[in-house]
């Protein structure tokens, strides 16, 4: 193309020269007043426009006999239907000869001094025809060789983890106002690989690039490089919409994806977080490459063609993000919407080397537009699950008074969160920025709660601050919720169970980084607290009927006998009722148990041991030894009963 912009000033010129010499000899000649000396430099002047008339008449025989031999060449190849470069190098190199030979002759005959009419104006004309000839058969010929040496793509053998692998089990997703529906105790995270370099494919074979490069300079040469452009764009969307199906990335609507069950739009949000990685960082790299390959010498040209071919590949791509940005935000979603946010976030680097210049800004602009709506979406869903934790409700208390199914969810997706701690402290941090009223209306009582303990810093990162507010809503929750319990002890016994379960979630995970220590040691110091209410609240009643009153004679045995059997009475109460109770974890469980023996059965020990010799052994029903073996049987979840003595 360069070429053809230095000849074109160049033959403007010389034919401006000439038609002003042409008409100054006319204008001249009709002079009558013309002194000896000017009508002799009027004479040599038309003599030699004669001369260059002559010989621009015998330049004009001899591009005719060549243009003829050219068009003989191009129409025998329009009667075969075979395509040129299947036929040899010689047959293409003839051809490529044969059409750059026509585009020179018509530089040739807009060089002569031609009067443009008649016979010169009829071969110009014959020779376009035959360049225009020449040209669609190339771009033919360009088309067909970028499609049959289409290099297969094979993203298995990318390094990038598939999709397939992290399905979340959909056993750890619960409806907050169900208490019978079991959760997995552990999320699993599908982690986004940020190790895998860009790697750059081979798309076509690398033994036609050097074809399709003559191709491309003649027809660009010839002024055909919109017809090029547009051949290369259209072999190459159809390879990208290949490629997306191998991906299994396949066009949906966003109406689509809004009514899709959670399901089957989990699966398919993990497909598109892998397969964005590898579209972009490898095949969207290897088609850029291409262009250049192709294309290189005629920049910006290399550049518009990859986007003009990519662009709508990408959007749809981008498409399916929107979409899942503006679907509601229900908690479940958060770790695949976080996924998503961390993926797009590590290709910004890509996508801005890829759709640097302002042909591709386009495509930029929509990529970061997602990016910040699926920020967005990551902000509302986590704002959603804060908001599900402070409106759960349910009508009935919770058999056995163990581990709440709210607790288990809430410490286990906190804890998955951790994953993404630099994540959501930018997003969170930006957010709280810009929108100051948005946090939960409980973070300034969480807030204030640890700076009266001491434990509050500057240094609080805002996930830190959010995690507060949750673990403050979920205690809230959790003592509505031993109010529906009718015995007081049971409402300790749940406190216990489930401040307990919080406090070593923090503890033996990463989220001890991010409470610190001063919270779990705030949060062992309450469980202990529920346990020793618990003993009080049960056996505070009980242990004064091992007490002395200091009385003798008939009447202290007759208490005495009475003693024994309200205790006996009072305990075989608390076996039925607490062995049915339940404490999941079996060092607390134990703790607690050895804490009852310590007050309980220390005390009967002693009082039976005083006043064995007072009443017969009828009166004893229990040993000491038989107490402290029941006490095993509480809070096992199995109610029991004792019915006879020594029964072990």
């Not at 406090?503 to 346990?531: P, T």
């Amino acid at each position: 193309m360069g070429d053809i912009d230095k000849i074109v000033p160049e033959m403007g010129e010389e034919e401006n020269l000439i038609a002003a010499a042409e008409h100054l000899v006319r204008a001249l000649g009709s002079n009558k007043n013309l002194t000896s000396n000017m009508k002799r430099v009027l004479a040599d002047l038309g003599s030699q426009l004669s001369t260059m008339a002559t010989i621009s008449d015998e330049g004009v025989s001899e591009i005719e006999e060549q243009l003829n031999i050219v068009q003989e060449k191009i129409l025998s190849r329009e009667a075969d239907q075979s395509m040129i470069w299947d036929s040899g190098p010689d047959e293409a190199s003839e051809y490529l000869n044969a059409a750059d030979e026509a585009r020179k002759l018509i530089e040739r005959l807009d060089g002569l001094c031609l009067e443009k009419n008649g016979h010169e104006k009829e071969l110009l004309r014959k020779a376009h025809d035959v360049l225009q000839m020449a040209m669609n058969r190339l771009e033919e010929e360009f088309r067909h060789i970028l499609v049959q040496n289409r290099q297969p793509f094979e993203p298995e053998h990318m390094s990038f983890r598939s999709s397939e692998e992290d399905i979340m089990d959909e056993s750890s997703i619960i409806s907050y106002g169900d208490d019978s529906i079991s959760i997995d105790d552990s999320f699993q995270r599908d982690s986004v690989s940020r190790t895998s370099e860009e790697f750059i494919v081979h798309l076509v074979r690398a033994d036609v690039i050097p074809d399709l490069r003559c191709i491309a300079n003649l027809m660009f040469l010839s002024n055909y490089d919109h017809e090029c452009c547009q051949a290369y764009v259209m072999a190459r969307k159809d390879a990208l919409d290949e490629c997306l199906f191998i991906l299994e990335m396949e066009k949906l609507s966003i109406e689509d994806v809004l009514k899709m069950e959670w399901g089957h739009l989990n699966s398919k949000i993990k497909r598109w977080v892998w397969a964005l990685k590898i579209f972009v960082r490898s095949y969207l790299a290897s088609e850029k490459f291409l262009s250049e390959q192709i294309f290189g010498e005629f920049e910006p040209v290399n550049v518009s063609c990859f986007v003009e071919a990519s662009k709508a590949s990408m959007l749809q791509l981008l498409n399916f993000g929107e979409a899942v940005s503006i679907g509601p935000h229900k908690p479940e979603k958060l770790f695949c919407i976080l996924d998503m946010y961390e993926v797009l976030a590590d290709l910004l680097s890509d996508i801005d080397a890829l759709y640097a210049d302002k042909i591709g800004s386009s495509v930029r602009i929509e990529y970061y537009e997602v990016l910040r709506r699926v920020g967005d979406s990551v902000r509302g869903t986590f704002m959603e699950f804060e908001n599900a934790i402070a409106s759960y409700t349910t009508s009935n208390p919770f058999a056995g008074g163990g581990v709440l199914h709210l607790t288990k969810y809430v410490m286990n997706y906190l804890r998955t969160l951790t994953d993404y701690t630099e994540t959501l402290n930018l997003l969170l941090r930006n957010h709280d920025k810009e929108d100051p009223s948005s946090a939960p209306a409980n973070m300034n009582s969480a807030l204030e709660e640890e700076s009266l303990s001491g434990s509050l810093t500057s240094n609080f990162s805002p996930m830190a601050i959010r995690y507060r507010s949750v673990t403050s809503i979920l205690e809230s929750k959790l003592h509505e919720k031993s109010k529906m319990y009718k015995d007081v002890s049971l409402q300790h016994i749940f406190l216990m169970n489930n401040i307990h379960y919080m406090a070593q979630k923090v503890k033996n995970s990463e989220l001890r980084l991010i409470f610190g220590d001063n919270w779990i040691r705030k949060h062992n110091w309450k469980f202990q607290q529920h346990a020793m209410d618990y003993e009080r609240a049960t056996w505070s009643s009980i242990l004064p009927l091992l007490k002395d009153d200091g009385n003798s004679g008939s009447s202290s045995v007759s208490k005495l006998k009475e003693r024994f059997k309200n205790f006996y009475l009072a305990f075989e109460e608390v076996y039925k009722t607490q062995s049915a109770w339940v404490i999941p974890n079996v060092h607390l469980r134990e703790d607690l148990r050895i804490s009852i023996s310590l007050k309980v059965i220390q005390a009967y020990r002693t009082f039976e041991s005083r006043h064995k010799n007072d009443i017969s052994d009828k009166h004893i029903k229990y040993s000491a030894d038989d107490l402290q073996s029941y006490l095993l049987d509480l809070f096992e979840g199995s109610s029991k009963s004792l019915h006879n003595p020594h029964r072990r």
